[in-house]
């Protein structure tokens, strides 16, 4: 196989992929009237989701609100502004660094659990038995397992970045001289504005983690629903969504940055 | 009647199937053998339109399979049960629970009676001990059995075994087979039944075809196909192995 062959190849099967997947999204938006119905599952994919994720989110969220505090303390140090170091956590967990962490998390423990439980039913059979039952995969798997987490994304980034906010507020008075009073009266400023009931930067994160626990959780199942040749097939399903849940997330996320602030639609 | 005419499929760039005929006359069963990989179990899926072929009619009760709409293929599979290779049991729900899936999803049966009627059918493959338990934790046979009563809780017209009795110790083994011609008889179901098993196959077939190249190389019913001296039908059939 020519180079040039197999770029055509590559291209081709990630086209396919991609259109698979989009199709997956619109046919799971149109069988949301199912919901009802799915509900017991539904909630049951909430749960694990948080069960799944949770302490991972919260770790991981803490460590990073430190070492967002640690490196722009230092710097604000320089020139003695230390103490809006409260406003700069919290903004930059609540508008980025939460939603994101929270989605890779997602996308590395739950979306890759979904790609491998699809996957696996796909080369086993199952999905098509399920087909072969006259019931709709997609309401039947893929949509609770999409409800479930584009719920439970926003959910988990709230916790992020309180926890976050927090790990800031350590830094905050261990290492930069700043009071934990202090701290949180400065992120208590930062964050409300009087004009507005939810101020823009918590929304506008909670917006984005909303797009990306949707992204994540379409993907992973589109990976999974496209599982061919057992358990080696699975395998790669799981890293295709991953993989692909990262590349989604980021590029969401600048898509949405953009929208919010440069186009100032709000 | 479910009728094949000279079916072609490629799959993976590889023809599997190559001018695939065969009839299945209403309340018959018909026993399809041939080499693993050879595309039994793709010929099945022919049938509830979960492949299409590239060429050819694949005609359930003279309806052209391939054709349907979706709720063409909805009426369709309504009337069919399917056992899959290895059952292809939901993980996440129990024995009885994947026994009902079919009930609960589209008939209006009140709880208890599905209840019933699930604990009548894995009664009659020798599961009710087992209802409550998940795929994981039950043998291959046992989830070869959980799927063979989800197939037939429905009382479908016509059932689909693929493997049925893989992996089951010869008394089991037996039960099903038994159990497969009597759901022929008392029901007046319409089988296809894929096995290796040379018991199964002279138990529970009306007519016996054997696959090569992609199509049906030998047929017959029960006693020709004993007599053949074709070396295919002796392979699958001959005296030693069973
Ligand atoms: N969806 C598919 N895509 C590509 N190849 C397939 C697919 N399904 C089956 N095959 C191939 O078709 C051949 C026949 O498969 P199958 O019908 O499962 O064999 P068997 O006769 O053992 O049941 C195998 O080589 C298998 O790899
Ligand atoms: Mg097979």
Not at chain 1, 8 to 24: M, P, Q, W, Y
Not at chain 2, 113 to 134: C, K, N, P, Q, S
């Amino acid at each position: 196989m020519t180079p040039i062959h197999a770029a055509a190849e590559f291209t081709h099967r990630n086209l396919l992929g991609a259109g698979f997947t989009v199709r997956l999204l619109l046919r799971t938006l149109g069988r949301v009237h199912y919901l009802p119905r799915r509900m017991r599952f539904t909630l049951d994919q909430c749960f694990a989701a948080g069960v799944r994720a949770l302490p991972v989110t919260l770790c991981v969220a803490t460590v990073a609100g430190m070492i967002l505090a640690l490196q722009t303390g230092i710097e604000l140090r320089r020139f003695g502004q230390q103490s809006i170091i409260g406003s700069v956590t919290a903004l930059s967990m609540c508008r980025e660094m939460g939603p994101f962490i929270t989605s890779v998390i997602l996308a590395a423990t739950v979306g890759s659990a979904m790609a491998a439980e699809l996957g696996t039913m796909n080369v086993s059979d199952e999905v098509t038995a399920i087909e072969v039952m006259s019931v709709d995969p997609v309401d039947y798997l893929v949509l609770p397992r999409v409800v479930g987490l584009t719920v439970m994304c926003p959910l988990l980034t709230i916790f992020s970045n309180m926890v976050g906010i927090f790990g800031g507020s350590l830094i905050g008075a261990s290492n930069l001289g700043v009071s934990t009073q202090f701290y949180w009266r400065s992120v208590q400023e930062s964050l409300m504005t009087p004009e507005h009931l939810l101020p823009k930067d918590v929304y506008t994160g909670i917006v984005k983690a909303v797009i990306f626990g949707l992204a994540v959780s379409v993907v992973s199942c589109s990976a999974g629903l496209r599982a061919e040749g057992g358990a080696l097939g699975v395998g790669l399903a799981v890293q295709t969504a991953v993989k692909n849940s990262v590349i989604l997330i980021i590029v969401l996320g600048l898509i949405t940055t953009w929208f919010f602030y440069y186009l100032q639609i709000t | 009647m479910i009728e094949l005419r000279d079916v072609h499929k490629t799959l993976g760039g590889r023809p599997i199937l190559k001018g695939m005929s065969f009839q299945v006359p209403t309340g018959t069963t018909y026993v399809l053998m041939g080499r693993s990989g050879i595309g039994k179990s793709v010929t099945l899926k022919h049938l509830v339109g979960i492949l299409k072929p590239d060429r050819g009619e694949v005609l359930v009760d003279g309806v052209n399979v391939p054709s349907l709409d979706s709720e063409g293929l909805k009426d369709l599979r309504r009337k069919m049960g399917y056992l899959f290779q290895n059952g292809a049991l939901i993980n996440w729900l129990t024995v009885a629970q994947n026994v009902s899936l079919p009930l609960e999803e589209h008939s209006r049966l009140p709880r208890a009676e599905i209840r019933e009627r699930v604990m009548r059918t894995l009664h009659l493959v020798g599961m009710d001990h087992a209802a409550d338990l998940f795929p994981s934790k039950i043998s291959g046979g046992m989830r070869l059995r959980a799927g063979l009563a989800r197939a037939i809780v429905t009382e479908p017209r016509y059932v689909l075994y693929d493997e049925p009795n893989a992996g089951l110790d010869p008394i089991i083994a037996d039960q099903i087979h038994r159990l497969i011609v009597e759901v022929r008889d008392r029901l007046g179901v319409t089988g296809l039944v894929v096995t290796h098993s040379r018991a199964c196959a002279f138990t529970v077939a009306n007519r016996i075809g054997v696959i090569d190249e992609g199509r049906i190389a030998e047929e017959g019913t029960v006693p020709e196909m004993r007599a053949s001296t074709s070396p295919l039908v002796r392979a699958f059939l001959g005296g030693g192995s069973d």
